[in-house]
């Protein structure tokens, strides 16, 4: 039962929780993890998104530099009749406070209305209004809040007449996260309004991410631990990968000829996955210590490889310290870090139902100091290169703006990039705050035109689909691509074991993906028995090792990352296209960058084709000579550079 009193005041809140979509049996069944593919929730999503009072993280520029003013932009959808919109801005660091147009501390910018719109997904008028922070000084952290209302309206207005429209972006049976009040209070407790903020800096995206090749591992699964697949019980246990496994292997990486090891979560933690973080500042026993770290960090440097850390900064495991205290201790100093509430199905915030992943609250400065102090020690006293930041859809942008910011002052040319199971036009609004998120867009795409059979979706739109994100995204902003990964079912299982198929999407990958990401074994034919299960386990079987490795393939694979490797237009390159012929699933694309030319020549229909080459000689990864015309097997693809 919701204990609403609404006034006439309208206090921004936007949730940052990705909607969990079923998958839609239109596009792909086995494709999993993010609110990509349904076409109806898609749709009630875009309706809320157009409800209420909503700042999107809109921002323009995207990444506020020294001296640059910076606009502000919100939509008001046909459930906010409102007047004035402004916004309250500090820029020391503390949270603003104001009510009315009147900021209570820092100043206020007050709002103009700039559009209507007619908006067909609800069928009713929507405006756009925007105002402007000054320009700033670098080093500045600008926070603000958001607030409208109506003049005319004095008095309190009954909820029954506004709705749950603007709502938060949960499902639609949740409480609303935004009314007509400066605060919802829900049996008794109050959620603020969104705080937003960004870091006014000079700190850029290094320059060696967008040239990483990057090599995931799972690491209880990697090494040492025995060839074969897990039987169903098995899959939620420890099985023995140790960071001195990893140690022993970086010869075997660096062969690949990788540039970058991501390893999955190896702070203190319950479970063999560890993306549920007991102390951020101690290793697992059962994956080694401290030493294993340092060891593994500089013999991976030795060898030219960068080392990026999997952080969890949206949750803690509910054996966290600071966690145990604030719920067995009302007065906890730590009780501020988490939310509590009987609006809560286990009695606090988590990680969607999981009870054993408390969410902290990343507003709280005791909270917040420890997460980025955590972030700076490994790269200060360990050297890692980076961070792969799980669920960074959970923290608030303004989170991002500081973490980011803690980890440049550290370590300027760090890499950070996260996971957001979001679209594009989200993904975006991290611009300045990270250096980039996966690209779960790509690999979409990848499933759809790799597809077992015929029922591949046309080259057409996957080209369609490469020039307009060249175009979306800003050239600093990194999308690390992937065609499989420990959240999703394997690309070879999802194929049929085909590795023709496997080699057809991971030529893709090499030729077209930003900064790639191999995970581990899909190098030498690693796949899964069954599909995933009631979670995700199956993509995350044992590394195969010895003679169980497809060495045919792990040849393969060895020279196709050198040639990308070779090749800078593969990294910089525009994508021009040639040749495109959906109805024989043929296409003949060329990248290139300065003096370097690349030729990608792919048939995805269901028999050979030849296909004549541009004037000049060729030679592919396999260091072939071509010239003139080439034959292209059924579903397969080459890659060729210009002979200078």
């Given amino acids: 039962m919701l204990d609403c009193q609404p006034t006439n005041t309208i206090y921004l809140v936007y949730k940052q929780k990705d909607i969990t979509m079923n998958d839609s049996p239109a596009v792909m069944q086995d494709f999993v993890f993010g609110a990509l593919e349904s076409d109806a929730n898609t749709l009630d999503a875009q309706r809320r998104q157009w409800s209420g009072l909503r700042h999107m993280h809109a921002i323009d520029p995207l990444d506020p530099q020294p001296g640059q003013p910076v606009t502000l932009t919100v939509t008001v959808g046909r459930d906010a009749a409102v007047d004035h919109v402004a916004a309250y801005v500090t820029v020391d660091g503390s949270i603003p406070e104001g009510s009315r147009g009147q900021a209570s501390n820092g100043f206020t910018v007050d709002f103009q209305r700039t559009a209507t719109l007619w908006q067909p997904l609800y069928w009713d008028y929507a405006e756009i209004w925007q105002g402007v922070i000054p320009a700033q000084l670098d080093g500045v952290f600008v926070r603000y809040l958001i607030e409208g209302w109506h003049s005319a309206y004095p008095h309190p207005l009954p909820f029954s007449q506004r709705g749950r429209g603007a709502g938060g972006e949960g499902e639609s049976s949740s409480p609303p996260t935004s009314l007509w009040a400066n605060e919802l209070r829900i049996d008794g407790t109050s959620e603020p309004a969104t705080l937003y903020g960004y870091s006014v800096d000079r700190f850029e995206t290094p320059a060696w991410a967008r040239e990483a090749i990057v090599y995931q591992i799972f690491l209880d699964r990697f090494a040492p631990v025995e060839s074969r ?242 175009h979306f995204f800003p050239a600093s902003y990194t999308r690390p691509a992937f065609i499989d990964n420990h959240d999703m079912n394997r690309l070879l299982w999802s194929v049929g074991g085909d590795k023709g198929l496997l080699r057809l999407a991971a030529g893709l990958l090499m030729a077209f993906g930003s900064s790639p990401i191999l995970y581990y074994g899909t190098e030498v034919g690693l796949g899964q028995p069954r599909a995933k299960g009631h979670y995700r386990e199956e993509a995350r079987h044992p590394m195969l090792w010895g003679d169980a490795q497809d060495r045919q393939l792990l040849g393969w694979f060895r020279d196709l990352i050198a040639f990308r490797r070779a090749h800078p237009a593969l990294v910089y390159g525009p994508v021009t296209t040639h040749l495109l012929d959906d109805a024989s699933g043929l296409w003949l694309a060329e990248r290139a960058w300065q003096g370097d030319h690349v030729l990608i020549a792919v048939n995805n229909g269901t028999h050979p084709h030849r296909i004549a080459l541009p004037q000049g000689a060729f030679v592919d990864a396999a260091a072939h000579q071509e010239t003139g015309e080439i034959e292209l097997a059924a579903r397969s693809i080459r890659l060729l550079a210009m002979v200078r």
Wanted: aromatic letters at 16%.
């Fill in 229 to 470: 697949w897990l039987e169903p019980e098995e899959m939620e246990v420890f099985h023995g990968g140790t960071l001195r496994g990893v140690i022993d292997h970086l010869d075997y990486i660096a062969s690949l000829g990788v540039t970058t090891v991501w390893l999955t979560p190896i702070f203190k933690t319950g479970s063999y996955h560890g993306y549920d973080t007991i102390d951020y500042f101690e290793v697992d026993p059962r994956f080694g210590d401290k030493a294993d770290l340092l060891e593994l960090v500089q013999g991976a440097h030795a060898r030219g490889l960068r080392v990026l850390l999997d952080f969890v900064a949206n949750h803690s495991s509910d054996q966290f310290a600071p966690f145990q205290a604030a719920l067995h201790d009302r007065d906890s100093v730590y009780r501020s870090w988490f939310s509590f509430g009987s609006q809560y199905d286990h009695g606090y915030r988590c990680f969607f139902t999981a009870a054993t992943m408390p969410q902290f609250d990343h507003d709280d400065p005791g909270a917040r100091g420890y997460l980025l102090d955590a972030a700076r020690y490994w790269l200060r006293e360990f050297g890692v290169d980076g961070y792969r930041l799980d669920y960074a859809a959970g923290p608030s942008h303004d989170f991002w703006s500081a973490f980011g910011r803690a980890c440049k002052e550290e370590t300027p040319d760090c890499w950070l990039f996260g996971e957001v199971t979001r679209g594009s036009d989200w993904l975006r609004t991290y611009t300045g705050r990270l250096d980039g998120c996966l690209d779960f867009s790509f690999v979409r795409q990848i499933r759809l035109l790799c597809a077992p059979g015929k029922a591949a979706a046309p080259l057409g739109s996957f080209a369609a689909f490469l020039d307009r994100t060249q």
